[in-house]
């Protein structure tokens, strides 16, 4: 097409609509088609269209199309926020088309097969304490310290490198876990002559100590994302350990019965990522999500900072189910599928996508659950049931995506609602209550929380058990 530079006045003309673009003095190119059929290279690339009556092939020269690289890729695919939005309301939507009917759950006789994993020969042959330390904080974990320690070491002063050995390293490690057991106000005073503590004065002296403590590390800070970055982690400096430790955890055989709950690691440092829990018996330190034993042993374990629902720390198989059930679906990747491993959690996780999504993996959920995550169960209001005397409960069933879920309420002290996938009411057992009026145990009330015939504890006891982990 030929150019041609309009005018002022032909401008205000177009824009007042008085003249049209075919009145303007200029006129397309005329193209020969022989001509412009010689610039077109024979290429074989077929594009194929196909609709109900035919198949049709046309032969085109392709563009040259610049290749996205991984890294954008990734980011471009990205779960948007309008995205998030959509599933939640779609969730929302599928929950309120429930319907629940009051009936007695009946478990499936496949839930109690649980076949028990074996300890390997390796951990087997662990017998003192000094043995499990080292199982978990083997060679390679001290290799890794030490390498990234002795690298920052260069990196903040590069004419004075400190160094340190692997014998040093395990002897710096251990004052540590020595002073925070017997505790003095001020480190140094664990070297003093008066009141120091011989088996770290004996150990390694004050300046070593205090030398290696100014350049420990644990991963590169050169790999560091900034802050404003959307891949940047918060736990950077840690994760290596963590995953270190995780990846030992988690190879230990897992119990049929598991828990998932927050801990506190109590400190006293400045850091956001410090919270307050009130009901914890340290108020102030590090959140921790973990998945444990009802003995308390921690199989996997994760910390809180604030970024539990980004879209890259779940996998592309794994539906968003929001963040407080996200961090179950995180930390129950190690659960073997289909071996009827049962798992716990209070009502800050439980959900009941989360339930069913458990069940399709073939593992069974009991949790407490809020009322309001529950919608359109007919369950008697709470005003009705606290006129009920102790020892009331009702059941509701319903089946979402193909699982049926039962929803129990049950009035003890106070009212207890429950979720789960594979356990009811039945068998309904009695227990003896406190009475408060002849202050003696007398009253005999129902109870609910026995999970199938052949076990002897209540779930209540694998709740307790991220307590002592």
């Known amino acids: 097409m030929a150019k ?21 003095d200029c006129s397309d190119v005329e193209f020969d088609l022989n001509d412009v059929l010689k610039h077109i290279d024979d290429d074989t690339t077929p594009l194929v269209f196909q609709d109900e009556y035919q198949e049709l092939q046309q032969h085109v020269n392709p563009p040259d199309l610049e290749v996205e690289n991984e890294k954008s890729f990734f980011i471009n695919n990205r779960t948007t926020q309008s995205q998030k939005k959509n599933t939640q309301k779609y969730l929302k939507s599928e929950l309120t088309k429930l319907k629940w009917r009051e009936a007695n759950f009946c478990p499936d006789s496949q839930f109690l097969n649980f ?44 004419n004075k490198p400190i160094t340190f050995t692997t014998n ?31 088996p770290i004065k004996c150990t390694m002296g004050q300046k070593r ?31 290596p350990i963590f995953d270190h430790l995780n990846k030992q955890f988690s190879s230990i055989p897992l119990e049929r019965d598991l828990a998932i ?9 400045r850091s956001y990522l410090k919270q307050y829990l009130p009901l914890k018996p340290h108020k102030w330190g590090y959140k921790f999500f973990v998945l444990c034993s009802s003995k308390g042993y921690a199989y996997n374990f ?32 190690i659960i073997p599928e289909k071996k009827n491993h049962r798992l716990y959690f209070d009502n800050y996780y439980t959900t009941i996508p989360l339930v069913q999504y458990m069940a399709k993996k073939g593992i069974l959920t009991l ?29 509701y069933l319903t089946v979402f995506n193909n699982v049926p879920i039962t929803s129990v309420i049950w009035k003890d002290n106070k009212l207890v609602t429950l979720l789960s996938s594979y356990c009811g009411i039945l068998p309904e057992m009695s227990i003896n209550r406190f009475d408060k009026k002849s202050k003696r145990n007398m009253e005999e009330i129902s109870r609910v929380v026995k999970i199938t015939p052949c076990d002897k504890v209540p779930s209540c006891v694998f709740i307790l058990g991220i307590g002592f982990s």
């Open 302 to 333: 994760e910390l809180y900072t604030g970024q539990e629902n980004f879209e890259k720390f779940r996998l592309n198989t794994e539906p968003d189910l929001m963040a407080s059930a996200n961090v179950v679906v995180r930390l129950s990747r």
């Open 261 to 269: 709950d927050e801990q506190l690691c109590a400190t006293k440092a």
């Open 209 to 239: 100590f205090e030398q290696i403590k100014s350049i420990i590390h644990f991963n590169d800070n050169d790999t560091a994302l900034p802050r404003n970055h959307e891949d940047h982690d918060r736990c950077h400096k840690l994760r």
């Open 4 to 24: 041609h530079i309009l005018s002022d006045s032909q401008i205000i003309d177009l824009m007042n609509f008085d003249i049209s673009d075919d009145d303007l």
């Open 168 to 198: 040093e390293l395990e002897q710096y490690i251990g004052i540590t876990i020595f002073t925070s057991i017997v505790q003095i106000a001020n480190v140094r005073k664990y070297w003093s002559s008066r009141v120091g503590y011989p």
């Open 115 to 158: 076949e028990p994993v074996p300890l390997p020969v390796e951990i087997s042959k662990l017998k003192t304490p000094i043995d499990f330390f080292s199982y978990f904080f083997n060679d390679d974990l001290y290799s890794h310290i030490k390498s990234e320690s002795i690298k920052y070491s260069v990196q903040k002063n590069i």
């Open 367 to 395: 949790g407490t659950v809020r009322r309001n995550r529950i919608p359109n169960c007919k369950f008697p209001s709470e005003k009705i049931m606290l006129k009920e005397p102790r020892g009331t409960s009702y059941e």
